[in-house]
């Protein structure tokens, strides 16, 4: 099962991509997770990375078609997989397509998280991820066992640097330009299902598992 998450900055598809590979065993594969382990560990990656995502812009797609269409051919991948920030631009959709044709596979599902401009705002300030494994959860709406630690690993939780109102307004004029002709793009190839993401968590994740499960 290939699954891609759509959605705004903070629409929920980190904790939905989370769930569904738990619930599916397939790997969950978040772009944006994998830059900020490349920050962290100061690789070349990670430092031209930051540049960008600091200030709410994507990361140009040659730094991140060739590292999505690597990773999706590993071993673990064999069997599906659910991809959480990407693709984000058409030329990494179209980059994403031509990798899969060419081994004769497609993405089945692509799931648009819906949430309104202004509810993002909103959950933004009260995120915590962890540096780790990338877990998310919301100091009121997810919150940990434990203040400041993560629950799956015990990793540190931290707030994001993008996470500040001004750059998250700047990710969501980048999202409406960028990402969302992929809404269309997706409708046109029959694949996209929408779910309404101000619903709370479990019951956004009970209407994604009836899609993948019609
Ligand atoms: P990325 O890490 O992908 O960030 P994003 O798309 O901005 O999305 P977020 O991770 O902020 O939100 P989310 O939808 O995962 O929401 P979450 O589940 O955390 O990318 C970061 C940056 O990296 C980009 O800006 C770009 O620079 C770069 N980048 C990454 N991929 C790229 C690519 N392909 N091309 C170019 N550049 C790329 O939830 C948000 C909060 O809300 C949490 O606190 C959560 O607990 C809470 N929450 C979730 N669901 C609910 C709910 N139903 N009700 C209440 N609260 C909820
Ligand atoms: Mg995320
Ligand atoms: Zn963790």
Redesign the pocket.
Known sequence: MKIIML??????????AKRIAEKYSIPHI????I??ANIKEGTDLGKK?KE??DK??????EL?CDLVVDRISQADAKNGYVL??????IP?AEALDAALTKIGEKVDFAID?DVPDDNIIN??S????CVACGG???VV??PTKVEGVCDACGGQLIL?D??QPETVKN?LK??HEQTQPLIDYYTKKNILKSVD?????SK?FDSIVAILEV
Not at 7 to 16: E, L, V, Y
Not at 56 to 61: E, K, R, S
């Open positions: 959605g705004a900055p903070g629409a929920g598809k980190g904790t939905q978040s772009t944006g997770d830059f900020r990375a960008y995502m709410g812009a994507l990361v140009p797609d991140v959480d920030g990407f693709p984000r631009t990494q998280v959950r933004m009260g995120r915590r991820a998310t959860y919301h709406f997810n994001r993008d996470d990710r980048v999202y993401g101000t619903q709370d968590m956004v």
